[in-house]
């Protein structure tokens, strides 16, 4: 009785597989008159906000990409690779004669500080005078187009008060 029952099962498992396969292969090609699937938008189908957002868009918009980033050149080692927007001031030695004066220039990530006198270069900037408080660089690099006039000195606090930028 087992054995009828197994064989009936099989024969109309396989049955039904032969059923469903001959009803794929005779299927005809979709014509463009058929119905699109549930989720396809119609090519000329606006939403109409009526002063809602579109909950379909997202609401934050995406960063604008410029049209020809240039890579930036390697940076040399040492002194010279250093933008003055990452340079730290870790301290200041003055001296009684000016051209003695020296700047510790420390950087994130590197192993030791750097020491810089007047006249040494950065990698944008050049160390135009040290004091005991202030230390004062002088940019090479050309203004940006859009502010022509933007300052060609920045001068950093040797040690800034609590709540100042460094």
Known sequence: ????LVFTSILTFGASLFVFSQAQSQTAPARPEDPLPALTVPKDYRYNAGGRRDPFVNPVP???RTAAATP???RPPGLKGIPVREALIAGVVTSKVPSMNVVIISVPGAKAPYFAHVGDELYDAVVKSIKLDTVTFALTTPPPADDPKA???IVRKVRPKSGEDK
Request: overall charge positive.
């Open 1 to 4: 009785m087992r054995r009828v």
């Open 62 to 64: 995406k960063p604008k």
């Open 72 to 74: 930036t050149p390697p």
């Open 151 to 153: 300052p060609r000195e």
